[in-house]
């Protein structure tokens, strides 16, 4: 168990700066996912953790432990890989034992681990079978009984469901939280998908562009974005956002936060407008409302509305964000927010 | 009509086939019969097909004309020394190239490319002025050491190393394998298609090579069998064809069994490498 | 900087260090001193002796008729070579091109020749091209036609060893056409009957150049491999009757021991005209050639 520090970390590949100047932590114990789009320098955070491509200045403590200098095999730290990279020419039990063997295990011991672990991944039956007989989900267990068996203080994750159907990714995402569960060990998860990120992560680690938008529970990270780039990366659909008009500033809401109704509400939020497209998910309905003030989607349990159809749009107070101009949140407590709201008051329209 | 017409034309093919197979085959079953033959039957008219008794005292002669045995044994100890040798030194070098950025890589890289385009036939006479400089003229090394670099090789296995997925090597060095036990462990079980064309194409190449031994070789203690064959013309004199194809046959019947046997690998070595 | 990282920047090149020995010590050394040699009247019994005469082995290179001799003996041999075995090979891989058993039976037998020794070869064809008791005179009488007297003439002994590298070289080349046919999406073939273009068209139009650079690739090693020739001659003609079949190689041996110097300058001619050719053959053909 250990927890995992960026200490003014940047990284350059060929020149190219690609994270600069970087502090976080992650804590002891937790599930942090990084989440972001590509090339948001998510994978090299994790690659830096486990020491594959080293930051080129700054460092990285285990443990309050610096371990710029320590070579990837000994930082105690075990990694899942995307295709998984199972040793394709050994059996499964040899892929499993193969850290072992190389760190010196004794062979009664390192088939007690392998028998064990084979069994709670549920692979007993095919310890010696080769990997190229094996599903994709079972070569997914391999390459999570091989992190396991190595007994890490770290356990790191790289987009390991992305190749996985979308059946099996979901039943893989419950495993794995059972599974930090029951270790209690900090995993560090990176992907792309923002789904999995909510699901999973005792916290999220949102990045953009090399820098960190936002570190927080998913909860806080849904429902107050520190900024307008979380707020449209973390839900589906993104956080509708529109022109306040005057310095830059700008609203938003949640699709399922809005109201659609034939009569004006008193929300602050209120505009007219007509259903452009519904689509109807089942538990669930979503509507593209197209308005003088923009396209909003709204997102509605109930399905009353039918396309072509002319309605009012309201979101009540507190369901309602600004952003300033510097992109930034603006607060409740702020003095301006306020007359922000009132300014979007004054903007309904009927 | 036109099925008539389809199966004739199916039969001509199958004939010319077969006949362009005689062409290629018939020399070597040729070379057979007359080192089975008598000397009267060789000197025959119209040429004696198959041998009336099969004369195997021939093979008992041609290998008396010298000490065959120890030309044999030269064969097969430059020949695998030649392979082991080279597959030691291309792994890590072909690993190096395709895993590992370090500066002056690809400079070296085009030398190793540069290499395998200057043939032996430029290069024999420095080479053996060094050989025999270095005083080993007189022992097998000057037909094994030269090769040492198999610059083709190299080029090859790095390339099939190159396919392999970075992250296989990666997760091995979070295994906590060291590089040599990643190149032993990994690389090689990984790449055995690749290491065996070009171990075939070693073989295949120095069994049979002549110039080189040819240059390299003043003793008879350290010829190979390819030499002591050639030389059967001298020794035996030229009319002499019976003994001569006999021990051609001795030379070609190794090989010969090997591509009976493989012949699938041999030709998807040949092809791979001509067409990588 | 300290132990480990000096060991992690130094392992590189500690795992290529052997192999860029071998080729250092083997074959870019020995074209610096095969440079060295050709400038020098050398002893090679005494080195002391040696003396240093500026490019005059060169002179004397090109003042010489039996170098010019052997130099158009190797051009003849290279152009029958190269000629012959891409067109008969072309011819043959596009006949055995489709994937039937008998047809891989075939290119197997075809390839046979280039897997046994030259040596062996040599040796076979030698007496099979045996005027009076050979099988090749045998056959041709046989069928009415003029018998050869093969390697034995100077008139004829060229082709004969042509002949033989031909024969020999085939089975190879005709194994990479087929792979390179064989590659080639039959989706194109189907699009060209839609396009109604008949066999000869779809072959000039689209076979052609979609095997180009595996024939490209053929005429780089054929050509290098072809101004090498020395084991045919060796064994067959010994440069013989009357030079007709001295190749620069064999010439480059037959003087290696009397002339060091001479022999090393022929040595970097023949070096420089395979750079030439390779040279030349990658920027002429290159840009005709269809890369996919």
């Known amino acids: ?350 | 009509m036109t099925k008539a017409f389809h199966y004739t034309g199916l039969t001509l093919g199958y004939l010319l086939k077969t006949a362009i197979l005689i062409v290629f085959v018939f020399p070597f079953l040729w070379m057979i019969s007359t080192s089975l033959q008598t000397y009267r039957e060789t000197l025959s008219y119209p040429p004696t097909l198959m041998p009336a008794v099969p004369q195997w005292i021939n093979f008992a002669q041609a290998m008396s004309a010298g000490p065959f045995l120890t030309y044999f044994k030269n064969s097969a100890v430059v020949t695998l020394a030649i392979i082991a040798i080279q597959l030691l030194v291309m792994i890590p070098a072909a690993y190096a190239f395709a895993k590992y950025r370090f500066p002056g890589k690809n400079l070296l890289f085009g030398l190793v490319l540069l290499a395998f385009m200057i043939p032996g036939q430029v290069t024999f006479i420095p080479v053996y002025l060094m050989m025999a400089d270095w005083g080993i003229a007189k022992t097998l090394l000057p037909q094994i050491i030269p090769f040492m670099s198999n610059a083709f090789g190299i080029f090859l296995l790095r390339q099939y190393f190159m396919q392999i997925p970075e992250e296989i090597v990666e997760a091995a060095r979070l295994d906590n394998a060291g590089e040599f036990r990643i190149m032993r462990k990994i690389m090689v079980p990984m790449s055995m298609p690749a290491l065996a064309t070009i171990a075939l194409f070693s073989f295949v190449s120095h069994w049979n090579d002549y110039f080189w031994p040819l240059i390299m070789t003043d003793a008879e203690s350290i010829r190979p069998l390819t030499l002591g064959i050639a030389m059967l013309r001298e020794t035996e004199g030229i009319s002499n064809w019976h003994i001569i194809m006999a021990g051609n046959v001795v030379l070609v019947i190794p090989i010969l069994l090997v591509y009976l046997f493989c012949s699938k690998q041999i030709v998807k070595a040949f092809v791979y490498s001509g067409i990588k | 900087m300290d132990k480990q990282r000096l060991g992690e920047t130094l392992r590189p090149y500690l795992m290529i260090a052997p192999a860029m020995a071998g080729i250092f010590l083997f074959v870019l050394y020995p074209v610096v001193f095969l440079g060295y040699l050709s400038l020098y009247d050398y002893n090679l019994m005494n080195k002391a002796k040696s003396k240093f005469i500026g490019f005059d082995n060169f002179a004397e290179i090109f003042s010489r008729e039996d170098f010019y001799k052997s130099l158009s003996n190797t051009v003849i041999y290279t152009a029958g070579v190269v000629v012959l075995t891409l067109l008969l090979s072309l011819l043959l891989a596009v006949w055995l091109s489709k994937k039937s058993k008998f047809n891989v039976f075939v290119q197997a037998g075809i390839f046979t020749p280039h897997v046994v020794s030259i040596v062996s070869i040599a040796l076979v064809w030698l007496w099979m091209m045996e005027p009076n008791l050979g099988f090749l005179n045998y056959v041709l009488k046989a069928l009415g036609l003029p018998t050869s007297e093969w390697l034995q003439s100077s008139r004829s002994a060229l082709m004969s060893v042509i002949l033989v590298s031909v024969w020999q070289g085939i089975g190879y080349y005709v194994l990479i056409i087929v792979a390179a046919l064989q590659s080639i999406s039959p989706s194109i073939y189907e699009a060209a009957a839609l396009d109604n273009a008949n066999k000869l068209r779809t072959f000039w139009k689209i076979t052609l150049p979609m095997i180009s650079p595996q024939l490209f690739f053929i005429l780089v090693i054929m050509t290098i491999g072809s101004f090498k020739v020395f084991d045919t001659v060796k064994v067959m003609t010994g440069g013989g009757p009357n030079n007709a079949t001295n190749t620069l190689v064999y010439y480059i041996y037959e003087n290696r021991t009397t002339n060091i110097g001479y022999a090393s300058a022929t040595g970097v001619v023949l070096m420089a005209i395979i750079a030439l050719l390779t040279f030349v053959y990658f920027r002429l053909l290159s840009r005709r050639v269809h890369y996919q």
């Open chain 1, 1 to 350: 168990m250990a927890s995992i520090e960026f200490v003014r970390v940047s990284k350059a590949f060929d020149k190219q700066e690609v994270i600069k100047d970087l502090n976080l932590t992650i804590e002891d114990g937790k599930f942090t996912v990084l989440v972001g789009p590509s090339g948001c320098g998510k994978t090299t955070l994790l690659r830096m953790i486990a020491g594959l491509d080293p930051q080129t200045s700054g460092s990285v403590l285990i443990d309050g432990k610096d371990v710029t200098r320590i070579a990837p095999g000994k930082r105690g730290v075990a990694m899942v890989f995307q295709n998984y990279a199972i040793y394709p020419t050994m059996s499964v039990r040899e892929n499993i034992e193969f850290g072992l063997v190389n760190n010196k295990v004794g062979k009664a011991e390192r088939e007690e681990l392998v028998e064990s672990i084979g069994k709670a991944v549920g692979l007993s039956d095919y310890l010696d079978r080769k990997p190229s007989t094996l599903s994709g989900g079972q070569r997914q267990r391999v390459a999570l009984a091989r992190a396991m068996v190595k007994k890490p203080s770290v356990f790191l994750m790289d987009e390991p469901l992305s190749n996985l159907d979308a059946k099996l990714r979901v039943q893989m995402r419950i495993e794995l939280i059972e599974l930090h569960k029951k270790l209690g060990t900090t995993f560090v998860y990176v992907t792309h998908d923002q789904v999995e990120a909510m699901s999973m992560a005792d916290k999220i680690v949102l990045m953009n562009k090399g820098v960190i938008q936002q570190e927080a529970p998913p909860d806080t990270m849904y429902r107050r974005p520190s900024n307008r780039f979380t707020a449209q990366f973390i839900g589906t659909p993104p956080m509708n956002i529109g022109e306040l008009g005057a310095g830059g500033i700008k609203y938003g809401f949640r699709p399922e936060s809005a109201v659609l109704s034939e009569v004006q509400g008193d929300e602050p939020f209120s505009v007219r407008g007509v259903i452009a497209t519904r689509e109807m998910l089942g538990s669930e309905t979503i509507y593209q409302v197209r308005s003088d003030s923009g396209n909003f989607m709204v997102k509605r349990s109930e399905d009353l509305f039918a396309a072509g159809q002319e309605v009012f749009v309201g979101v009540a107070a507190e369901k309602l964000h600004f952003f300033g101009e510097d992109e930034r949140r603006i607060e409740e407590k702020q003095g301006a927010y306020r007359d922000y709201l009132e300014a979007l008051r004054g903007r309904s329209h009927g």
